[in-house]
């Protein structure tokens, strides 16, 4: 009886339902992971902390929530249908999601907050809305016509905005709207940033305003020495031939200027670059007395950064500090002025890894304010009356993110303080003022949880716990929640390389079981890490595969000489790590050697290529969806930065790197996927590869979406495209070969 009462009692806390992941339920809403919440801010007054959030009915429809810090309320502020019921999207604007990676998304994107707190400023589809955060309902259209990258300026008195390829200013003290810039049209662009700066740079700006409101500063750029490509935009229903001024490696990019513009009198000033006009133009900021603008500007070759200041009465220039590297020198957005002292932070990895310094107005290195065998990732609050800096970093795990204090005289620069707990992915956003922050956190097993803290770590109240209840969106799937396993492995000169491995459920003594292998390998991007996500993974592992990745030498969050390891030679390191990985597999007791196949997208799909040209004996089938096949048709900033030069400059590094040199040794089962209006890799990298397979005799799969940019971003593509690559694993791996 005993035995039975317990048994009934275990049973009757199981969960009912209890399903396998499928991939319509995958694709459908409301969303899996609950109700995600993205670009949280916190009110600069500290009573509110805004996010957007997905409509129960489409995940991918943003609106403007709110939680009141007194009341401890959530609402929705913000109705995007009720603002813009349909959404109709320039070209530009579709571009410029594009380039930001949320063409999947509409409604609001984008919002910002009034220097008092009362006021939000919410753009949608090229229309721009202000909404009293007290008094949401009486959103009122500010201004229409296709802007873009809107800001409320550092005091509140000015709109600003780009339209039309010129600068715009609505003084909100009596509505009238004057235009800065006169000569936006047909190449010259004034107040945006070029397609390589938003591709490459993580530029999505193209001015600055003064703390002061004195000044804006803004890159004016004239793209006619770029070279138009012609390029067809293949959709359902018809062919458009696609004039766009692309810079593939080695052509011309973008002759840029710097001006001065004032809000008052639109009297326009030019800041001169020098002499030397093949450079890049990083980006602007303002010292917080307003006296200074302060631009970045990067050699052609990128191995040289210039940080240079100039008096913004005279015009008057000097040099801060310059950075220099034999590979590149990395970019990021870690300058950040203090209002209490004439000095500045800046991060620099000068030391092979990234660190945090501080300097004075003159340039001088006034201290080390983070050292040690560790790097930052990015700088995210400054508090100067606590004298502190918070950082995010993988200090103590490299497959997490974590948020650290450091004080500003250097005093703990290799004696971090910890302030996030839980070991795991916390994406932080803090007040303006260091206060406070929101923690986004997850783990393999935790779906996003958002929670408010001090910003010694103490925890103020739930924003969204989000827990896997019997009314969660999970809740049927969590008993079947495969979680990963962590581990490293040695690349073959000696580096530390970090993967992961998701086993199928109840796996059978003896039994060899089908490997698939997700990776991207490139620069910038970090595949292994310890989060919640990867939903196509949990379902390949519930179909019986065993998912694995490996994060390769070239990876993002790592030393220099883990990341340099690809200069000049694009593909070998990244090869040679991925087959690390995939010998490791073969010894495995519980793998079929002869089942393991590898999976891409972008930089990843280029990797399939290579890695099946390598090993096509260790490697059963591939997946490169959206490949770079000939690094010569990419773009100039990325390209150039990791083979070392133009083609006309350093041919053999282009030759090496690409995949048409090693096409011999491709001989398993290959599956080609891409977007046939791609503008950032575009179709005509795999419509030549499809040309010499042709030649060469190659069979191979092929599926092509009309209309589809570089990311698939439809619902329905998106499911056809996991539907395909899933029946492509099927085919060939699915049972074992004979």
């Not at 766009?244 to 001169?272: C, F, H, I, W």
């Not at 958002?450 to 109240?461: E, L, P, T, W």
Request: positive net charge.
């Amino acid at each position: 009886m005993r035995f039975m009462l317990c048994l009934l009692a275990a049973l009757s806390c199981a969960p009912a339902l209890a399903e396998r992941l499928t991939l319509d339920r995958i694709h459908a809403d409301s969303a899996l992971s609950g109700k995600p919440v993205t670009n949280l801010k916190v009110s600069p007054d500290g009573a509110r902390v805004t996010f957007l959030r997905g409509r129960p009915d489409n995940q991918y429809q943003m609106d403007l929530w709110e939680y009141n810090m007194k009341a401890k309320t959530q609402r929705r502020l913000v109705d995007s249908k009720l603002l813009v019921p349909n959404e109709v999207l320039s070209p530009e604007e579709q571009a410029r999601r594009e380039r930001a990676r949320s063409a999947s998304l509409s409604g609001i994107l984008n919002y910002s907050w009034s220097p008092d707190g009362n006021t939000l400023l919410v753009p949608i589809a090229g229309d721009l809305f202000l909404v009293d955060a007290n008094k949401p309902a009486s959103a009122r259209k500010v201004a229409s016509g296709n802007v873009a990258d809107p800001k409320l300026s550092p005091k509140g008195r000015y709109l600003s905005f780009v339209r039309k390829q010129n600068l715009f200013v609505i003084d909100l003290t009596t509505g009238q709207e004057k235009q800065l810039t006169t000569d936006g049209g047909g190449t010259v662009f004034n107040g945006e940033a070029e397609f390589v700066a938003q591709e490459e740079m993580d530029q999505r700006t193209g001015y600055y305003w003064a703390p002061d409101e004195s000044y804006i500063a803004y890159k004016r750029f004239d793209e006619s020495p770029v070279p138009v490509v012609k390029r067809f935009e293949i959709l359902a229903d018809r062919t458009t031939v696609v004039e766009q001024r692309y810079p593939a490696a080695g052509d011309p990019n973008v002759l840029v200027d710097l001006m001065l513009v004032s809000p008052v009198t639109g009297a326009q000033r030019k800041v001169e670059l020098g002499a030397n006009r093949d450079i890049y133009l990083v980006q602007a900021d303002w010292s917080a007395d307003s006296k200074h603008l302060v631009y970045q500007l990067q050699s052609r070759d990128q191995k040289r950064l210039d940080l240079i200041a100039v008096d913004a009465a005279t015009l008057a220039q000097r040099p801060l500090l310059t950075e220099t590297s034999r590979t590149w020198v990395s970019l990021h957005n870690d300058l950040k002025f203090l209002k209490g002292r004439n000095a500045f932070l800046w991060s620099s990895e000068r030391t092979g890894r990234n660190h945090l310094y501080l300097y004075d107005m003159s340039g001088k290195l006034l201290t080390a304010v983070s050292a040690g065998n560790w790097g930052i990732d990015e700088v995210l609050a400054v508090d100067e009356k606590a004298n502190r800096v918070y950082v995010a970093s993988n200090r103590d795990a490299a497959i997490d993110r974590q948020v650290y204090a450091l004080a500003l005289n250097g005093s703990t620069a290799d004696k971090p303080t910890r302030i996030t707990k839980a070991d795991g992915w916390h994406n932080v956003s803090f007040a303006q003022n260091g206060q406070i922050y929101v923690d986004n956190f997850s783990d393999p097993s935790t779906p996003p949880q958002v929670s408010i803290h001090r910003a010694d770590g103490k925890m103020i109240d739930w924003l969204e716990k989000n827990e896997v209840n019997a009314s969660h969106p999970y809740a049927r799937y969590m008993p079947d929640l495969l979680k990963p396993e962590y581990g490293t492995l040695q690349s073959h000169d000696g580096q530390t390389l970090h993967y992961s491995i998701i086993k199928p459920a109840r796996m059978q003594p003896n039994a060899k079981y089908p490997v698939y292998v997700s990776h991207y390998g490139g620069p910038g991007a970090q595949h292994v890490a310890r989060r919640w996500g990867g939903d196509f993974d949990q379902y390949m592992a519930q179909q019986g595969f065993i998912v694995f990745k490996l994060d390769n030498r070239g990876s993002a969050r790592r030393e220099r000489k883990f990341v340099d390891a690809i200069y000049g030679n694009m593909g070998k390191a990244e090869v040679e790590d991925q087959l690390v990985g995939i010998d490791w597999l073969r010894k495995q007791s519980f793998v079929d050697p002869a089942r393991i196949g590898v999976n891409g997208w972008s930089y990843g799909g280029y990797l399939t290529l290579r890695l099946l040209s390598a090993a096509s004996d260790k490697i059963a089938i591939g997946v490169s969806g959206a490949p770079v096949t000939d690094w010569a048709l990419y773009d100039t900033h990325y390209t150039e930065r990791y083979t070392g030069g133009t083609p006309k400059a350093n041919p053999d590094a282009y030759k090496n790197s690409g995949v048409f040199n090693y096409l011999d040794g491709l001989k398993s089962p290959l599956l080609l996927i891409h977007g046939m209006a791609d503008d950032n890799v575009l179709f005509s990298n795999t419509t030549r590869l499809i040309d010499e397979l042709v030649n060469r005799g190659v069979r191979f799969d092929l599926m092509t979406y009309p209309g589809a940019k570089h990311g698939i971003a439809s619902r329905a593509g998106k499911r056809h495209r996991d539907a395909t690559i899933d029946a492509f694993f099927r085919k060939h791996l699915a049972e074992p070969r004979r």
